[in-house]
């Protein structure tokens, strides 16, 4: 699986703390290795954010992504739930 990110992620990722983007980074790597784990909670979205998926940072913290195409996926967003 290919993993690319948006710049809103990356700009929104540089403005976290240091603990938050360790967390995220481990839950990253963990979503390339095994993109269902159930630590991830990886579900659909729905309402306006269809045909976006969310994992699981932290409890109130999750990124978003999209599938680009069958072998990609783009993380287009990250922050707390609304």
């Not at 603990?19 to 990253?28: K, V």
């Not at 990124?63 to 680009?68: K, M, S």
Request: aromatic share 10%.
């Amino acid at each position: 699986m290919r993993i690319e990110f948006k710049q809103q992620f990356l700009k929104r990722y540089a403005k976290m703390p240091a603990s938050l983007r360790s967390r995220c980074d481990e839950r990253l790597e963990l979503f390339a290795k095994e993109p269902k784990h159930p630590l991830l909670r990886n579900h659909a979205l729905t309402g306006d954010r269809l045909g976006k998926w969310s994992i699981n940072i932290t409890g109130n913290w999750r990124a978003l992504y999209e599938f680009q195409d069958a072998e990609t996926v783009v993380f287009v967003e990250i922050g707390t739930h609304p």
